[in-house]
């Protein structure tokens, strides 16, 4: 029996350069996961208030919605490698900008311009561009399925980055090493797999180009709005929604949601790094399940149904009297709180014209890190405050639960072309 045959069936015929797109996503995965357990410890450690480490956050992901704009907006165009080799470049030099100072201004011009992920998920162009590459290097009829296992890359590489981060500085820490130096070395793990990762994009093929689309559409050549034309009132509906979605989420960012761990329970960065672990370990897992719950009843009903209760278990996270109960409940939140996420990818390559899914991927990704930016900002300002250090939690289940009424009401008439010739 070959290795091949081991292999789920949607992921035995992919090409060398998709699986060039998932070595990538594990590494880079790898290296923000690692980076979102410590860096407001680091920040903190540096001499930062919390209010300041909100803002050096908000305006790192600010920064990365100019820089992803720019970047994803221009790769059907400009070439998609140059896009994901640009993007490593600026990941690299954030992170040694972020090893070499602590100054709070020198900070937030490395955050702003480079490319920092604090919540442990995905910033920059990388995601939009690899999921406009993968969407052209395979078949529609397996895209969900393959966007599943995507996502599950990510969601182990993750888990591993966060307990290889929380162990890695409580380690050195325990052998003399200062906190500042221990959670700095973390830093500089994570610019050197900026590096890796810049090498590696150099070996991508033409073949993810929008120039050898293998997916039988027609490439348009009008460009009206940023690179979107035909898709571009449902992508500005897409990301409307989705920056209220990511809105809400960005007041319990990974970084934010250990911090707090850390307040309420005492949790040490070890322990924090096995929480962290086991919650993406089940994100990634849940995800394999949505691709097979979508095939029954769909992307957008797959979507909704799953990430609503996941909302309402964020919600009683703070509720919880214990260290453990709190565990349980964050870690059944999570069980299902990434099944939205190859579902919304995939719908939303499916729903745009072939040659706009890098620029309708940007605008969605941008839309989220949006959203996103401006909440960490507003929680730095609650953990301040040790009476309402609970309160991120309930803000941000509230408005995802409003997101996911909206989405529902919004799209549940708009179907793939998958799921319309089915019908």
Known sequence: MSATTLLPAPLRTLSTDSWLLFVTRFIRLFAYGSLSVILVFYLVSLGLSESQSGLVLTLTLAGDIAVSLYLTTRADRVGRRRMLLAGAILMALAGLAFALTSNLIYLIIAGTIGVISPSGHEVGPFLSIEQASLSHLIPSSSRTEVFAWYTLTGSMATALGALFGGFATQALQQRSMTQVASYRSIVLLYAFLGIVLACLFTRISSLVEVNNHSDGQAVSPVRSFMG?????????????????????????????????FYLRFGAEPKTLGGIFFWANVFAGISALLAARLATRIGLVRTMVVTHLPSNLLLIAVPLMPTLSLAILVLLLRFSISQMDVPTRQSYTMAVVEASERS?????????????????????GFLFARPGLINLPFYIAGTLKVVYDLLLYFSFRRLHPPEEARAE
Do not use: E, H
């Not at 009132?233 to 990511?246: E, I």
């Open 359 to 379: 620029a309708a991927g940007g605008f969605t990704g941008v839309a989220r890190t949006t959203g996103a930016a401006i909440s960490p900002l507003l929680a």
């Open 228 to 260: 979107l034309s035909k898709s571009r009132n449902v992508v500005l509906k897409l990301s409307g929604l989705f920056a209220l979605d990511s809105f809400g989420g960005g007041f319990v960012i990974q970084s934010f949601a250990a911090y707090w």
